[in-house]
T-cell receptor, first 113, second 115 residues
Framework: GDSVTQMEGPVTLSEEAFLTINCTYT??????LFWYVQYPGEGLQLLLK?????DKGSNKGFEATYRKETTSFHLEKGSVQVSDSAVYFC????????????FGAGTRLFVKA | SQTIHQWPATLVQPVGSPLSLECTVE??????LYWYRQAAGRGLQLLFY??????ISSEVPQNLSASRPQDRQFILSSKKLLLSDSGFYLC??????????????FGSGTRLTVV
């Protein structure tokens, strides 16, 4: 069935370090791919998205490229800040009735000053 | 602009008591509406979604039910809560029909503790 697998956390980095959070998916058809971010005690916010192969989504210094050949959508940022500490969710959007979204388990990121 | 309201923010309920969580959306018409649950330290589980008034799809059979009495109102209910119902409940809306261009907008969540 359709699923999303992302790297387990927590990931702990020093400020200004390079970030990669891996995400791979299994899906039939041509899903859309998303990254959401959840700050402590809050709901999820859409961070970036890509709707077709080779699309690159970007926002707030984060970016991810839709790789159909490797079924991946890895999240990257060149220089993380303490304020980036949060839980990051990779998600798969299915083009079915109601447009369901399947989420990965989330990866917690801690950034130390 | 579109906004989503979810309440209450926190709730502590005894086992066996009823539950009603409400979610309303403003600034859009005929949205898709969703209820997700996030257990402690875990990912999101889709509970219910709705593509229109009175139309509810259940993803996981359990102790909960959902209703959509109005276009922009989505209610999550239970007649008798279980300890395992504890978690962080998130409402979301989307204008997607196909294409995945917009993603979801989430409410701020309700933290439910069943004691």
């Amino acid at each position: 069935g359709d699923s999303v697998t992302q790297m387990e956390g927590p990931v702990t980095l020093s400020e200004e370090a390079f970030l990669t959070i891996n995400c791979t998916y299994t899906a039939t058809g041509y899903p859309s791919l998303f990254w959401y971010v959840q700050y402590p005690g809050e709901g999820l916010q859409l961070l970036l998205k890509a709707t077709k192969a080779d699309d690159k989504g970007s926002n707030k210094g984060f970016e991810a490229t839709y790789r159909k050949e490797t079924t991946s959508f890895h999240l990257e940022k060149g220089s993380v800040q303490v304020s980036d500490s949060a839980v990051y969710f990779c998600a798969l959007g299915l083009n079915t009735g109601g447009f369901k979204t399947i989420f990965g388990a989330g990866t917690r990121l801690f950034v130390k000053a | 602009s579109q906004t989503i309201h979810q309440w209450p923010a926190t709730l502590v309920q005894p086992v066996g008591s009823p539950l009603s969580l409400e979610c309303t959306v403003e600034g859009t018409s005929n949205p898709n509406l969703y209820w997700y649950r996030q257990a402690a330290g875990r990912g999101l589980q889709l509970l219910f979604y709705s593509v229109g008034i009175g139309q509810i799809s259940s993803e996981v059979p359990q102790n909960l039910s959902a209703s959509r009495p109005q276009d922009r109102q989505f209610i999550l209910s239970s007649k008798k809560l279980l300890l395992s119902d504890s978690g962080f409940y998130l409402c979301a809306w989307s204008v997607e029909r196909t294409g995945g261009t917009y993603g979801y907008t989430f409410g701020s969540g309700t933290r439910l503790t069943v004691v």
